[in-house]
């Protein structure tokens, strides 16, 4: 919902992170290689401990994510972050942050298994030229997972993994009005497994994901709309990005691909099999700077 007078809970605000004197410059999407990706434990219900995953298979699709990427980049906008021992999943690089115009807000896990990599994320980009905040101790937020900038508002997804108080911090913090919403199907636990923003006026979405109050929200949107199906949801379709003027989709969606070809937009299909093994796909490999 749409509020614009509500205040933060009195003596909770988005803090000021100290600044780091290292300043490089930023990037607009970065990503990390799913170097030491393991199946160690289960926190959502796609993972499971005994389906049998290769990691070399998941570093060729990465792999072939970014050259995807850099066909379509202009020179210099895509940054490669440094995998770190023992952050298993640090390749979903950006579930504890979210990036907008320059500032960048911290969150924390739901789980406690993926607490560790918050430290990583954060003197990764405080060493660019971020200006960053983070949300009180204690207060969930699984950033740009469940973040995303949208014709100058926030879309905000919570219930699931995000704490519904984070759209206070996210209002103050980045000026913006919030939509929040709420996830209602454990399989997609995060806002960007099951809505897809492809342009201004162009809104792709799971509805089996939302009840009825948040499907009547995104209904109420002023743009046309796509409903994805559950199959091709499963395949992970709503986790699409548009870069570089062209929607990077998995491979299992071929309904919407055609949908949106036949609004004239390029599509690219990408293998990202061996991530849906731990529910993720191509947007949550992605860690987008919103300008
Ligand atoms: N296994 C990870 C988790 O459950 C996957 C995160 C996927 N990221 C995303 N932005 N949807 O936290």
Redesign the pocket.
């Known amino acids: 919902m749409i509020s614009h007078d509500e205040q933060a809970p009195r003596g909770q605000e988005p803090r000021p992170t100290a600044a780091s004197s290292r300043r490089v410059a930023r990037k607009d999407i970065l990503l990390c290689p799913p170097r030491y990706l393991e199946l160690t434990y289960e926190?959502?219900p796609w993972?499971k401990k005994t389906t049998p995953f290769s990691r070399e298979r998941a570093l060729e699709q990465w792999e072939a994510l970014v050259a995807a990427y850099r066909k379509v980049d202009a020179p210099g906008r895509i940054e490669l972050v440094p995998p770190v021992e023992g952050l298993t999943?640090l390749c979903?690089f950006?579930?504890s942050v979210f990036l907008c115009e320059g500032k960048a807000l911290f969150g924390h896990f739901r789980?406690k298994e993926?607490e560790p990599e918050r430290a990583a994320v954060k003197e990764f980009l405080l060493a660019r030229s971020f200006r960053g905040f983070e949300v009180p101790e204690g207060v969930v937020f699984?950033g740009?997972?469940e973040t995303m900038l949208w014709n100058d508002k926030i879309l905000f997804g919570f219930g699931k993994r995000s704490d519904e108080v984070v759209r206070h911090f996210l209002r103050q913090t980045f000026k913006k009005d919030v939509v929040d919403i709420e996830m209602e199907d454990a399989s997609f636990?995060?806002l960007?497994?099951a809505l897809f923003p492809v342009h201004e006026e162009l809104l792709a979405y799971y509805p089996g994901s939302f009840g009825p109050i948040d499907t009547a929200t995104i209904e109420s949107f002023d743009c046309e709309k796509i409903k994805v199906s559950e199959k091709e949801a499963r395949a992970f379709a709503c986790?699409s990005i548009v870069w570089g003027g062209v929607v990077f989709m998995p491979t299992g969606a071929p309904v919407l691909r055609k949908e949106l070809e036949r609004r004239g937009l390029g599509t690219v299909e990408v293998d990202v099999s061996e991530f849906l093994k731990?529910?993720?796909?191509i947007?949550?490999l992605t860690l987008q700077h919103y300008l």
């Open positions: 926190i959502n993972m999943e979903f950006g579930d789980h993926r699984e740009a997972g636990y995060h960007d497994t986790n731990f529910g993720g796909g947007k949550c």
